[in-house]
């Protein structure tokens, strides 16, 4: 009862949010959300950095993802230290990964993909579990964590975390879709009334793209809802004990709606016919399925939702994830493609 409970509430809360977000995001205000003044300029304005929105959602999908990694892991007996080992070191890579993948492919240096960066922790998440089994024990699986129900964990989290994180590409406009006007009569009617209008010069669609108040393809927040349902799916699966079919569900559907994706986006994703980004979706997709081949493992868990949820209460936890937001908001949320002048003066009617 508790499961279905949480799971519930967790798909009423992301309707609500999706269904605000995708109306109020797209518009132009909702790109920049602080400017703090740094260089005094001789005409006595300040030249001031851009925080944005993008780097809230981005660091707020991340904060959710790695919640739902120490709930799950609590919540099949896996200890604190070890799953924050787990999550540092994955984090450690994947977050260079995301800028450096980008810039490879797309040849800008201020740019961010996140099917990089997880195509990189998916690669390198069973031998860092592995990994972290044979520094504690001696030996790779002996006591430790087992790695499906682990990599189970991490395909839900990343599945809730990215869906939440997209809503960092709608806000700043990047990921942006095709435009209805040149689809196929059948695929444009499917968002003749869902789709995207971004307002502002400073959306990457419209400085980008040229595509400002022009109606596209709402790739992004499609994207957002199949990740979120995937999870929740995978969650539900997970909590009953069904490991398995929780990844193999929850990263399956990611990594092939992630390749089917490309072909509805206008941004450029590099060259050919077949982009970088939908080779490593692929890749990814077949990876996961030789992880479920290779590791046989006759154990299985049924997790103690209840026992999970308390371990948010510990104070390591709750420092964790302080952390991780403010360094992922400081690393996405500083805008080095826009740029801010402010003037200041007093408001003599308020002396």
């Not at 201020?110 to 972290?132: D, E, K, S, Y």
């Not at 929850?250 to 450029?268: G, H, K, N, P, Y």
């Amino acid at each position: 009862m508790t499961n279905m409970l949480v799971v519930s509430l967790l798909g009423v809360a992301y309707g609500a949010l999706f269904v605000w977000a995708f109306r109020t995001l797209p518009r132009e205000e909702w790109q920049i959300l602080a400017v703090i003044p740094r260089t005094r300029q001789a005409t006595g304005g300040w030249s001031a950095l851009n925080l944005t929105y993008y780097g809230l959602f981005t660091a707020t999908g991340v904060s959710l993802a790695a919640v739902m990694v120490f709930v799950l892991m609590a919540a099949i007996g896996v200890s604190f230290a070890r799953t924050c080992l787990l999550v540092l070191v994955l984090l450690a890579f994947a977050t260079p990964a995301a800028k450096l993948v980008a810039r490879s492919v797309e040849k800008k240096p201020n740019t961010f993909t996140i099917g990089g960066a997880a195509f990189v922790g998916a690669v390198l998440a069973p031998w860092i579990i592995l990994g972290i089994n044979f520094m504690e024990f001696g030996q790779p699986s002996m006591n430790g964590m087992q790695t499906i129900p682990t990599m189970a964990v991490l395909a839900i989290a990343y599945a809730v975390g990215e869906g939440t994180g997209r809503l960092a590409c709608i806000s700043f406009g990047c990921c942006y879709g095709k435009p209805l006007a040149l689809l196929p009569p059948w695929l444009s009617c499917l968002f003749a009334t869902h789709h995207f209008v971004f307002a502002g010069t400073t959306k990457k669609a419209a400085y980008e793209g040229r595509l400002e108040g022009t109606p596209l393809v709402p790739v992004q927040g499609v994207t957002a809802v199949f990740f979120v349902v995937a999870g929740l799916i995978g969650l539900t699966l997970f909590l009953q004990g069904f490991a398995l079919a929780a990844f193999v569900v929850s990263w399956t559907i990611t990594q092939i709606w992630r390749a089917v994706s490309e072909m509805l986006r206008a941004d450029f994703r590099g060259d050919g016919r077949m982009s970088v980004y939908q080779i490593l979706a692929l890749a990814g997709a077949v990876y996961g399925l030789g992880i479920v081949a290779f590791f046989r493992e006759s154990s299985s868990y049924l997790p103690d939702l209840l026992l999970g949820l308390g371990v948010l209460m510990h104070p390591g936890v709750m420092l964790s994830l302080q952390v991780i937001w403010i360094v992922i908001f400081l690393y996405t949320g500083r805008s080095k493609v826009t740029v801010s002048r402010l003037a200041v003066s007093i408001d003599r009617e308020q002396i």
